[in-house]
């Protein structure tokens, strides 16, 4: 979710809880955020049923060779040693891990992976099992993090293995990681699902950019944006694949009650672009000017005149107002997405045997309600109902007047989109306030339905 300045910043996804069921092709995205400390979660009445039926220590994924590494683009997307440990992370949770498997992990220290929960059974968690789950692991590894912080030696493997990830540390640092506790939903169904619309999309997004003078890469940023659902709409208002907010949408796109070019993805991507031009050019950098496209481009330039751009720096120990886990990571997940891009073949062997789904119809223009339409005549006829001289024409007039063409050519397209998506969970109040938005290309039928011609 895009952000320009330090006062509309992204608020951190870490305490939220967003659960999206799929359906149809029409269901929302899952979160990638599970189980805040402050959400209220039920245990089980048999907590039995979620214990550990697999706990990966390597995904499959991760054994793919170095050589599988992006290439070619290091001068302009480098990779700090700083954030090796976070890019694995987000490829094996984009690859590796689906969504019946749930990461608990410190929020801070990304590589300390507590353990990984496989739910048995098929197809995405229900609500309760998410939650179930969530509230089991808070509280095993709660309690596990307070008894080997009271100096209690290791009394079974669980403690043993998260004995083994502080070795050296103190005894404090099991108290503040008892606080720092984040669950993670596997994400490679999803991912998937986003490789194969991004073919509706990718190449003619890719030559916007590179007409911009944009790196043709930047457009992996939409898989972390949206996973290229078109329609994808975020809890905070933020909209379409470039998950722009009206407020920051309207400073590149039109969007008025009645219409709302953040669902025009050629439109969209033209507004990302420039937006993204204007961060690189007040940055000067493209790890810089990424990050702001979440956090804000006033947040970064604070944090680069600190650090003195150095982004592995800005990254270890920048602590701005709501720079936390999201757009801390936002860069990272970038760079993963671009990895996964680049060798997909790799990751995703299967997919390049997978049809491409159909681009989604979409619209722009919405039609008014029609107790709308009829407001103004209603309205007119009770400002002046006192005037018993006006009534009689004023109510003739409201009966008898023809409707405007174009009103009742709105009318057959009442309907409003029905996908929700919140990315990157996206969640973020303040950030969203400086969201972009997007238009998507249409072409009106006769029946009044927007397609949009982008396959």
Known sequence: MPGKTADFNRI????????????????????????????????????????PVTTPSVPAASLISAASTPTGTSAEFPRPPALEPNIKFWVDV?????????????????????????????????REEVEATGEYLRAKYTDILGRLGAGLQPSDPDEQRVAALFKGEPLSAYTLAASN??????LREQYEEGLLRSRNYRAEMERIFVDEGLPPEL??????????????????????????????????????????????????????AELLRYNYDSLGSWPLAITAYNYGTGGMAEAAQLYGSDFGRIFRSYDGPHFGFASRNYYAEFLAALQIQQNEDAYFPDLKYEMTPAPQIVRTDFAPPRSVRHHGSLHRIAHHGRHIIHRRHLIAS??????????????????????????????????????????????????????????
């Not at 801070?108 to 990984?116: A, F, G, T």
């Not at 973020?428 to 396959?455: C, F, K, Y």
């Open 219 to 272: 457009v992996s940023l939409a898989n972390i944006e949206s996973d290229f659902y078109s329609t994808a709409r975020s809890s905070a208002g933020a909209v379409g694949i470039w998950q722009f907010t009206r407020d920051t949408g309207k400073e590149y796109l039109r969007i008025t009650r009645y219409h709302d070019d953040r669902f025009d993805p050629i439109a969209e991507t033209r507004a990302a």
């Open 94 to 126: 984009f690859t590796a891990y689906g969504e019946r498997d749930f990461l608990i992990h410190d929020k801070d220290q990304i590589w300390k992976i507590y353990e990984v929960q496989h739910l048995p059974g098929f197809g995405a968690p229900s």
């Open 12 to 51: 951190v996804r870490v305490g939220l809880l967003s659960v999206f069921a799929f359906g149809a092709g029409l269901a929302a995205l899952p979160s990638r955020v599970l189980a805040g400390a402050d959400t209220i979660i039920r245990f089980p009445k048999d907590a039995e049923q979620l214990q």
């Open 181 to 186: 506790l984040r669950i993670q939903e596997g």
């Open 398 to 455: 409201a009966d008898l007047a023809p409707r405007p063409p174009h009103l009742e050519l709105v009318v057959a397209t009442r309907r409003r989109p029905s996908i929700h998506h919140l990315h990157h969970v996206h969640t973020q109040t303040a950030h969203a306030m400086h969201h972009h938005s997007h238009r998507h290309a249409i072409v009106a039928d006769d029946a009044g339905e927007a397609v949009m011609p982008l396959a």
